[in-house]
């Protein structure tokens, strides 16, 4: 399973147009093959940041999914957005039985 974590802060006077974004962004995903979850949250320690935990099948799952020209819309309207670089690491996992 690959393991996805990001996350993106938002300027106060952008929060409700990258939330939009994020959900819309979240909920394309979900129905892609290979995602096992996308979800995004918000920040208890900063509000203006969302973070999103992704859970792929396989890493061909997720690079198809990097390859979806909505994903790549999504991260250029995202950048227009934030007050900061956004955030991105990819693990490998196993789930412990």
């Given at each position: 399973m690959?393991?996805?974590?990001?996350s993106?802060?938002a300027r106060?006077?952008t929060?409700?147009?990258?939330?939009a974004?994020?959900r819309?962004?979240?909920?394309?995903?979900?129905?892609?093959?290979?995602?096992?979850?996308?979800?995004?949250y918000?920040g208890?320690?900063?509000?203006?940041?969302l973070?999103?935990?992704?859970?792929?099948?396989?890493?061909?799952?997720?690079?198809?999914?990097?390859?979806?020209p909505?994903s790549?819309?999504?991260v250029?309207?995202?950048?227009?957005?934030?007050?900061?670089?956004?955030?991105?690491e990819?693990?490998?996992?196993?789930?412990?039985?």
């Open positions: 690959i393991i996805v974590t990001g993106v802060v106060p006077e929060f409700d147009q990258l939330l974004l994020a819309e962004h979240v909920e394309r995903s979900r129905a892609e093959p290979g995602c096992i979850s996308h979800d995004v918000r208890v320690d900063d509000p203006m940041r973070v999103f935990f992704e859970r792929w099948e396989s890493r061909d799952a997720l690079a198809a999914h990097f390859d979806v909505a790549g819309a999504f250029n309207a995202a950048r227009d957005l934030t007050s900061e670089s956004p955030t991105l990819i693990y490998e996992s196993e789930p412990t039985r």
